[in-house]
T-cell receptor, first 112, second 113 residues
Framework: AQSVAQPEDQVNVAEGNPLTVKCTYS??????LFWYVQYPNRGLQFLLK??????LVKGSYGFEAEFNKSQTSFHLKKPSALVSDSALYFC??????????FGAGTTVTVRA | DVKVTQSSRYLVKRTGEKVFLECVQD?????MFWYRQDPGLGLRLIYF???????EKGDIPEGYSVSREKKERFSLILESASTNQTSMYLC????????????FGEGSRLTVL
């Protein structure tokens, strides 16, 4: 089965600094990878996805993610974090039959 | 915009009660999913459906059942609620043949006493 891992439970950064949220994957075949964000007491919102092509994927709210096949990673990045980016972030991989398997999540706190 | 609506945001039920969680999507999506979300465990798939009257077990189907009588509606049923089913339940939908982007509802937080 396909799976992803998010090695950090929490990431803390100062506003204006770069933000990175880590994700590694384990798949057979070509991976379809996703990032979602969850604000408090809300559902998940789609940020971006990697299907094929350019290894740098741009998404919503100024986020981007870099697909690295040799390191089996798909890290989420933002060059300059905002306080409003504080949320719970999930990495996911598409399994067979259109299902998504999610990581445990990383809580991001951006301090002013 | 795709809208996935979960009928109840917060529910409190007693052990042994039958619980219905309703989900409706308005974009004619074929695929629908029920996940539960628990701290430190991420999202775990309970059941999913590719079409009307079709259902497939996910990773944690025990204690749950589902119903999909209409394309836009996917219901999650807890036949006899237990305290370990206290959780956030998330419904999602997607297009058949899509690369996998799921659209989520706002979630239903269930507390079983």
């Amino acid at each position: 089965a396909q799976s992803v891992a998010q090695p950090e439970d929490q990431v803390n950064v100062a506003e204006g600094n770069p933000l990175t949220v880590k994700c590694t994957y384990s798949v057979s075949g070509n991976p379809y990878l996703f990032w979602y964000v969850q604000y408090p007491n809300r559902g998940l919102q789609f940020l971006l996805k990697y299907i094929t092509g350019d290894n740098l994927v741009k998404g919503s709210y100024g986020f981007e993610a870099e697909f690295n096949k040799s390191q089996t990673s798909f890290h989420l990045k933002k060059p300059s974090a905002l306080v409003s980016d504080s949320a719970l972030y999930f990495c996911a991989v598409r399994d067979i039959d259109y299902k998504l398997s999610f990581g445990a999540g990383t809580t991001v706190t951006v301090r002013a | 915009d795709v809208k996935v609506t979960q009928s109840s945001r917060y529910l409190v039920k007693r052990t042994g009660e039958k619980v219905f969680l309703e989900c409706v999507q308005d974009m004619d999506h074929e695929n629908m999913f029920w996940y539960r979300q628990d701290p430190g465990l991420g999202l775990r798939l309970i059941y999913f459906s590719y079409d009307v009257k079709m259902k497939e077990k996910g990773d944690i189907p025990e204690g749950y059942s589902v119903s999909r009588e209409k394309k836009e509606r996917f219901s999650l049923i807890l036949e006899s609620a237990s305290t370990n089913q206290t959780s956030m339940y998330l419904c999602a939908s997607s297009l058949r043949g899509d690369h996998g982007e799921l659209f989520f509802g706002e979630g239903s937080r269930l507390t079983v006493l």
